[in-house]
């Protein structure tokens, strides 16, 4: 039995609303080289071997054993000198699969994607949670905690006990950041979510976040629970790392964001907060009754400075997924050019390089005619024929910045055109939701 002290205490919480989500739990020790349940033979290794290939072999049923050994090393031993582009890298294996070329019985080389996490069927993987994990690099660190599905680290906690007083959330950023990433780097290639906590305080962030980017996360289910009995650590623990809502983000709600259009030096990793998570999700949920019913989303409310071109992203990234809606094409509608600049470069710089802007209508027609989950961007003024563009129904038109008292006409013009499509309005402005040509065109907030 491990003795409780002051490290142990800041943990157990944490592993006990874990194991009350459904997650397994190991300690560290037990599970590591030369340990009763060992599950790794190296601590240089941050990989949990034997659990990553059987949960290869189940989710990719079919895989010969010389395929699976290829994806296992190729996951296992991989490396990068830089610890944020092998992030990235290694975060596309994750959640687009493990490409590898396989000879049919033709003898022709082909593709095959193989998944490391099913993203599709959330009880087909394994979550697991483990503190004092020991892990060896240019030195031996001990996280507190880590969570793994299917073998691969994903999160770290890094906790720091209210015992002690001088011990701050700052202090436990600063262990991450100037001591683990630069000691044992070969467990952040793997990580998507990281957690600093004094077991009050919390804060969430990726390994590309500064201290001031880490950041509070409200609700379990929603913003707008009654939460006055929890603390900002199990908040964000039950809401973060629910199974279902981290697939979710991880999947749909996390970008790397580029330094430029053209030829980026430099990713970011940004992490969908609290309020775009459940706003988006909420809106999603919107999106799919309209498009059966009165083709009318709603109006996405947004605060100033709260990332709305990122909501955008995010709504898109997991939008575009859902197969009952076709591969749908976006639209976005704005009324000044700068706008619909400051969106396209948005979505250009993270992850959308074919995203594409209209200068005309009839550059907007001639897009719109070949268009299949494409991303699309123009002014409303455009719309001021009476011929339908499209009578297709799987065209989601948003315009941003919807109060605007313009938008009724404008956007009737854009409906009679656009005959077919579904509706949604972007606004930072708290009249928009009461006012009654906003609601008439895109439905309610």
Do not use: C
């Not at 000879?103 to 004092?132: A, S, W």
Request: glycine share 6%; hydrophobic share 35%.
């Amino acid at each position: 039995m491990k003795n409780l002290n002051e490290d142990t205490l800041a943990e157990q919480p944490v592993i006990e609303w874990l194991k009350g989500l459904g997650y397994e739990y190991a300690f560290g020790p037990e599970i590591s080289p030369g340990g009763p349940f060992m599950e790794r033979g190296d601590y240089r290794q941050p990989i949990l071997e034997e659990r990553l290939k059987r949960s290869l072999k189940r989710i990719n049923p079919d895989i010969p054993d010389n395929v699976l050994s290829q994806v296992f090393n190729q996951v296992s031993k991989y490396h990068h000198p830089d610890l944020e582009m092998g992030n990235k890298e290694m975060y596309e294996m994750i959640t687009r699969g493990v490409r590898i070329d396989v000879k049919n019985e033709q003898g022709e080389i082909k593709g095959k994607i193989d998944k490391i996490i099913d993203f599709d069927h959330l009880e087909n993987n394994e979550f697991l949670v483990v503190n004092q994990f020991t892990i060896q690099g240019d030195s031996v660190r001990i996280p507190d905690v880590v969570i793994f599905i299917n073998g691969l680290p994903v999160a770290i906690f890094e906790l720091k006990s209210p015992t002690r007083e001088k011990a701050t959330i700052a202090d436990a950023y600063g262990q991450i950041h100037d001591t683990y990433k630069k000691e044992v780097p070969k467990i952040f290639f793997y990580n998507q979510i990281l957690v600093i906590s004094d077991l009050f305080k919390a804060r969430h962030g990726t390994v590309s976040s500064r201290f001031d980017f880490f950041t509070v996360w409200k609700g379990i289910e929603s913003e707008d629970e009654k939460k006055s009995d929890k603390t900002e650590l199990e908040l964000l623990t039950k809401g973060i790392f629910k199974k279902e809502h981290l697939l979710d983000l991880i999947q749909n709600f996390t970008v790397f964001e580029a330094d430029a259009e053209k030829d980026a030096s430099k990713y970011t990793k940004k992490m969908a907060m609290y309020h775009q998570y459940f706003g988006v999700n909420r809106a999603i949920d919107s999106t799919l009754k309209a498009v059966k019913g009165d083709k009318k989303i709603g109006v996405f409310w947004h605060t100033q400075g709260s990332g709305k071109s990122l909501s955008m992203v995010f709504y898109i990234n997991k939008v575009k997924k859902i197969e009952e809606l076709k591969g749908p094409t976006f639209l976005f509608l704005t009324d000044r050019n700068d706008l619909d600049q400051q969106l396209y470069k948005t979505f250009l710089r993270t992850g959308y390089p074919m995203a594409k802007q209209a200068e005309s209508i009839k550059g907007l027609a001639d897009k719109l005619k070949g268009a299949g989950a494409e991303v699309l961007f123009t002014t409303i003024q455009k719309f001021d024929m009476e011929e339908p563009l499209s009578t297709k129904d799987n065209i989601i038109v948003i315009s941003d910045e919807a109060h605007r008292s313009q938008y009724a006409e404008y956007a009737g013009n854009v409906r009679n055109v656009l005959p077919n499509a579904s509706y949604m309005g972007i606004t930072g402005t708290p009249i928009a939701l009461n006012n009654k040509n906003t609601q008439m065109v895109f439905g309610n907030h």
